[in-house]
């Protein structure tokens, strides 16, 4: 667990959030044992191929998502999500969406 810390924490610094992020995070590694989930909202997504992208609320940015990482119903598109981050080789991913 302490090792997905550092990851994430890492990632945050290569994605240059401001310093009010950065106490953000920090709260929410103390609160949420290092669980830090971000909101936003589904740009794409493709039923038949099983992905698409969500646009993250903190940082403006898309980011991949796999339909195997959706916990319950398929995703449409402007559904408000919450997810986590994964660093993986082709970049970020989102794990563990969620409508909300």
């Not at 401001?18 to 953000?24: E, G, K």
């Not at 971000?38 to 339909?67: Q, R």
């Amino acid at each position: 667990m302490e090792d997905y810390c550092v990851k994430v924490y890492l990632l945050m610094i290569k994605r240059q959030f401001c310093l009010i992020t950065y106490c953000l995070v920090f709260i929410t590694f103390v609160a949420q044992n290092c669980l830090i989930m971000f909101t936003g909202s589904v740009k794409f997504f493709n039923t038949k191929n099983k992905f698409g992208f969500i646009i993250c609320n903190e940082d403006n940015k898309e980011y991949y998502v796999n339909a195997k990482n959706i916990e319950g119903e398929q995703l449409q598109q402007n559904d408000q999500v919450q997810f986590e981050l994964k660093d993986t080789k082709r970049g970020p991913e989102e794990v563990q969406v969620k409508k909300i």
